[in-house]
């Protein structure tokens, strides 16, 4: 059975910084794509960061110079490092991955494309 355990969410003020970490296990399949969502109430689920199996990244535009995707395969983890936050980075994060060699999987960072989730940690900053 599939376990994604995220960790790492808090409360923060404004410039400040936390790192996110997402475990998988008991997935039998080599992770393609792995990434990070986040969603606040009313809305729908953007993709925040991705990363494949090459080690190819990509980043929401609202991030990029402030978020930071890296794994470590050999622990089964994935990370977000995120720094420089902003009131409306607020939003529960989520971890997800995918096994399917799909390259639109990582373009698009589509969440239907992404079949393992995990339970999300929260992230509230404060100005």
């Known amino acids: 059975q599939v376990h994604v355990v995220e960790s790492g969410g808090g409360s923060v003020q404004s410039g400040g910084s936390l790192r996110l970490s997402c475990v998988i296990t008991?997935?039998?399949?080599?992770?393609?794509?792995m990434g990070w969502f986040r969603q606040t109430p009313g809305k729908e689920r953007e993709g925040v960061a991705g990363i494949r199996s090459d080690g190819i990244t990509k980043y929401t535009d609202s991030v990029k110079g402030r978020f930071t995707i890296s794994k470590d395969n050999s622990k089964d983890t994935l990370y977000l490092q995120m720094n420089s936050l902003k009131p409306e980075d607020t939003a529960m994060y989520y971890c997800a991955a995918d096994s399917r060699p799909i390259a639109s999987t990582l373009e698009t960072m589509d969440p239907s494309r992404f079949t393992v989730w995990g339970q999300g940690t929260q992230v509230t900053v404060s100005s």
């Open positions: 008991g997935y039998t399949h080599s992770t393609y794509c």
